[in-house]
């Protein structure tokens, strides 16, 4: 029922009730949404409670009521009042202040207290506001952009007047008001810096042909044409063509992009004879000339020189290359001494011409001549002095590569001629009982005699014999690249490019050639036999197979053609009587090797028919079979060094005890280790030390020795 004051009517602003009003009028104040430079608003929500004086809420309704604002809790006559309805629910009601009528800023000012009267019944007690509503008095401050500000009211009666006529402030008003440059004098020229029509087009339309100066695009959808490469970019936009060829990959740029793996460029160096020597006041001097095969195009070429004399300043020397009537002057009695040692075209200039000018991107092939004079020396006839020469290109190579690494096929490996290539030979390092023949066990770059026998040895094999290396590369597993045997790789006169490549007649031990490695084991295999220690496997005694039908009949049982040492063993037994082909390819040497291969020719060739057998050590594994003993990785049967003994004797002994002749690889890597020490020694391949080349691994053995001569030996598996 509606209140009336003597029916206790209160108005509920306890403490509860003071804090809803103090969060009502800030609620009130952010609720509504003004422009950043507006006035604060000049009304607040307030919310309060109306009881019965029982204590109960009023009964739902509308009130007509009074509220004033106070300067003082008690008496006084109020700063403002406004009549209001209250729409009552559950005893709460809302009402905003100055809904009404407006409450003045200078109110605000003064105001302290609220009072609420219902109806006619006498105004309740007065309320306290709270700091939410001082709020509103901020409104004053919007047009003061300053801290600490001091009033005018403060200052000087005669400032105040001043301050009156510097400040219009009706337009001071419109500029906080608005915030626009329009309420300004003298606003900026903005079109006298900026083309706005111009600015408005390219925001408009977002296209580079709305402006100067536009960067050059690529042509797109072209092409160079047939037999063209795009070389780059034209200040155009179009594309700058060059023949096919040119600013693409160079011909020795295989190694760039393989990751280095595979290479067509070679280091390749020819020999000549070994410490010649240099007669005093001869004149025309002593001349050396060799044959550069035809391995490449030249990149690089240098010519090594090593000179010993009594005297340096007497000597000349001059190089010829093929079809030159002029020779090159390397040296001329430069410097003091008795040694010249130079890489000259390299690391030492030449003194005239230009090998660079001359040979470069040519082929080299052909024969070159050195000549060295000792011409101050007026003693004829006497010699103090020797020489040693190489000639070495870096060449470009269209006839061989070079992979460094593991070759992996998936597939099958075809040669040139189209034919199928069958598992003759195992690239990897494969098992002992590898079927089909010889086991290469690994290859190498190129190296020295020495170091490729050491290589080998050190993975417990050793250099591929003639007979393996012809297996070998007849399945083009190394291509044209020539290769080391372990009996010297000697080419008899160009006979034997099929097993080493082309590696020349009576090379120098430290010519650098690839090294491939086999594995000599064989296992057990059906009706086999032992023959005065030797293991043979298979003889024919009919002169009537060629060299390849030869090996591959000792293949297909893993195993190789039987070396000179054996052989004699097996005729002195009777079980050999026709000529034969031994792992060596039966050079006779002036039928010094009679005894073992019968009466082969010099210088055989492939072609020729002789009969053959097939012979193995009694290794089935790759271990060394007790009780041998193993050198640097060779296994050693016995060592014989004294200089003392037949060839006929180092193969019954070696053969006594399951071994053989060790090769001039596994020779020359006991040598280098100090086991092997005498002045000179047998091979299985009956040791011609071609001109004295070869004595890394026999020694001072002599060419073409026979069976008589006396020398050391060791036995090897």
């Known amino acids: 029922m509606p209140f009336s004051a003597p029916c206790g009517a209160r108005f509920g602003l306890g403490l509860a009730s003071q804090s809803l009003i103090a969060l ?132 000087d009666p005669a ?11 009706n337009e001071l008003a419109d500029v906080a008001k608005s915030g626009a440059y329009a309420d300004l004098l003298g606003a900026p020229n903005v079109a006298g810096f900026v083309k706005a029509s111009d600015l408005k087009k390219v925001a408009t339309t977002g296209s580079f042909a709305d402006l100067t100066d536009v960067p050059v695009a690529v042509k797109v959808n072209t092409a160079c044409g047939t037999n063209l490469v795009v070389k780059g970019i034209k200040a155009d936009g179009s594309l700058d063509c060059a023949a096919g060829g040119a600013g693409s990959l160079p011909p020795d740029g295989i190694d760039d992009v393989s990751n280095g793996i595979i290479w067509n460029t070679f280091s390749d160096t020819v020999s000549g004879k070994k410490d010649i020597p240099i007669p005093d006041f001869a004149g025309p001097g002593v001349t050396d000339t060799l044959d550069f095969p035809d391995i490449g195009s030249c990149q690089k070429i240098w010519l090594v020189l090593d000179v010993a004399n009594s005297d340096m300043t007497s000597i000349k020397v001059e190089l010829y290359g093929p079809n030159m009537s002029s020779p090159y ?24 011409g230009d090998m660079n000018k001359d040979w470069l991107g040519k082929n080299i092939k052909g024969l070159w001549s050195i000549t060295v004079r000792d011409l101050n020396d007026n003693t004829p006839q006497n010699i103090d002095g020797k020489f040693n020469w190489t000639m070495s290109i870096l060449t470009l190579s269209n006839k061989k590569i070079q992979i460094k690494g593991d070759l992996i096929v998936d597939g099958k490996i075809t040669s040139g001629s189209g034919s199928s290539i069958e598992s003759i030979v195992d690239f990897n390092l494969c098992t002992p009982a590898i079927k089909g023949g010889p086991c290469v066990a690994s290859f190498t770059g190129a190296k020295t005699f020495l170091e490729a026998a050491k290589f080998c040895a050190s993975i417990k094999a050793d250099l591929c014999t003639d007979s393996q290396s012809f297996a070998a590369r007849r399945q083009s597993i190394w291509a044209m690249q020539p290769n080391w045997t372990n009996s010297f790789a000697d080419n008899d006169g160009g006979q034997w490019s099929i097993n080493n490549g082309g590696t020349g007649d009576n090379h120098s031990d430290t010519t650098f050639y690839v090294s491939p490695c086999c594995y000599n084991i064989t296992p057990t295999q059906p009706g086999e036999q032992q023959v005065a220690g030797v293991r043979v496997l298979k003889v024919n005694n009919s002169a009537d197979k060629t060299w390849a ?16 040492g054996q052989y004699y063993v097996l005729r002195s037994q009777g079980i050999v009587t026709a000529t034969m082909w031994a792992s060596d390819h039966s050079d006779n040497d002036g039928n010094v090797a009679s005894s ?44 014989f060094n004294s200089n003392s003994f037949a060839f006929t004797t180092a193969a019954a002994s070696c053969a006594s005890m399951g071994a053989r002749i060790c090769s001039i690889s596994q020779s020359a890597v006991l040598r280098a280790a100090g086991t092997l020490s005498c002045p000179g020694n047998w091979s299985g391949s009956h040791s011609d030390n071609d001109g004295n080349q070869a004595s890394v691994g026999i020694g001072n053995a002599s060419d073409n020795p026979p069976d008589s001569q006396a020398l050391g030996y060791a036995c090897c598996f």
């Open 596 to 639: 073992a291969i019968g009466n082969t020719s010099d210088d055989t060739s492939p072609g020729e028919k002789y009969g053959y057998a097939c012979c193995a050590t009694n290794r089935t594994t790759n271990t060394c079979p007790a009780p041998n003993t193993e050198v640097s990785g060779v296994c050693v049967a016995k060592v």
């Open 159 to 169: 400032i105040q007047s001043d301050l009156k006529n510097a400040v219009k402030s």
């Open 24 to 155: 009502s009028l800030a609620v009130g104040l952010l609720s509504i949404s003004v422009p950043a430079t507006a006035a604060i608003p000049s009304f607040a929500l307030v919310e309060g409670t109306l009881a019965t004086s029982g204590g109960g809420p009023a009964a739902d309704g509308n009130y007509s009521v009074k509220i004033s604002l106070y300067k003082d809790a008690v008496g006084g006559a109020p700063l403002w009042s406004e009549q209001a309805t209250l729409d009552v629910k559950n005893g709460q009601f809302q009402h905003s202040l100055g809904s009404a009528a407006q409450i003045a800023q200078s109110v605000l000012q003064q105001a302290a207290h609220i009072g609420l009267a219902v109806a006619s019944d006498p105004e309740l007690p007065r309320k306290p506001l709270h700091s939410v509503l001082y709020a509103a008095r901020a409104a004053f401050a919007e047009s003061v952009i300053c801290s600490g500000c001091i009033a005018v009211g403060s200052l």
């Open 549 to 564: 039908e030869a090996i591959d009949a000792c293949l297909a049982l893993q195993s190789d053609l039987c070396d000179k």
């Open 329 to 352: 002057v390397i040296y001329n009695g430069g410097k003091g001494g008795n040694t010249l040692v130079g890489k000259f075209n390299d690391d030492t200039p030449i003194l005239t």
